[in-house]
């Protein structure tokens, strides 16, 4: 079983549409979570970190259910410029040292 | 400020030489992190090293690979008798010690014919 688990896609939504991603990790000592964006062959890049308590940032909010092991990451009235994939990151449990990717769900939105 | 930076952006070699790949990390992140990520594919771990700790070495794929840092800087990724398997894109990321977040090279794209 992969560490971290995400639905590989795509999504085709239309401009607007509100868009959800889930990610599911198998290490229940996992510490910190984040979402990263890479754009088609680019490097990626930061998006948000997940704290326990869920956060948002704009249009985007992640959650975290450390019971059930999974993140989620919901994008509001999508724009063009969102279209790119979406990885699910986790640390190793214990630390900082190393973090663990996902495959990445890719996004395609829309005119 | 200057971003992590990565060289060559491109790299053709043939079957069986060796290749040096080059990473400059932001200046004062004491972490560093080598990740080969073949087309279409998700981002695959290979080293890590942080400080003066020993390099955490799990990721390397074959004894082929092997990277080394020079104090808290540069850090060089080699991988001998290059095979077709090794094409992909090799990217380099930084981080301050403690932290999560990791800052990303553009990578370095490797083409093995």
């Known amino acids: 079983r992969k560490e971290v688990e995400q639905d590989p896609g795509p999504f085709n939504v239309p401009e607007g549409a509100t868009v959800a991603f889930n990610c599911t990790y198998s290490?229940?000592?996992?510490?910190?979570f984040f979402w990263y964006r890479q754009d088609c062959r680019k490097e990626p890049k930061l998006l948000m970190s997940?704290?326990?308590s869920g956060n948002e940032d704009g249009r985007f909010t992640a959650q975290l259910n450390r019971a059930s092991q999974y993140i989620s990451l919901l994008i509001r009235d999508s724009k063009l410029s969102d279209s790119a994939t979406y990885l699910c990151?986790?640390?190793?449990?214990?630390?900082?040292?190393?973090?663990?990717f996902g495959a990445g769900t890719r996004l395609a939105v829309h005119p | 400020g200057a971003g992590v930076s990565q060289s060559p952006s491109n790299k053709v070699t043939e079957k069986g030489k060796d290749v040096e790949l080059r990473c400059d990390p932001i200046?004062?992140?004491?972490?560093l992190y080598w990740y080969r990520q073949r087309l279409g594919q998700g981002l695959e771990f290979l080293i890590y090293?942080?400080?003066?700790?020993?390099?955490?070495k799990s990721g390397l794929p074959s004894d082929r690979f092997s990277a080394e840092r020079t104090g808290e800087s540069v850090s060089t990724l080699t991988i001998q008798r290059t095979q077709q398997e090794d094409s992909a894109v090799y990217l380099c990321?930084?981080?301050?010690?403690?932290?999560?977040?990791?800052?990303f090279g553009p990578g370095t794209r490797l083409t093995v014919t």
């Open positions: 990321a930084s981080s301050e010690a403690g932290r999560g977040e990791q800052y």
């Open positions: 290490n229940s000592a996992s510490q910190s």
């Open positions: 997940v704290y326990s």
């Open positions: 990151v986790v640390t190793t449990a214990g630390g900082y040292n190393k973090l663990i």
């Open positions: 200046s004062g992140h004491t972490a």
């Open positions: 090293f942080q400080g003066n700790s020993a390099p955490d």
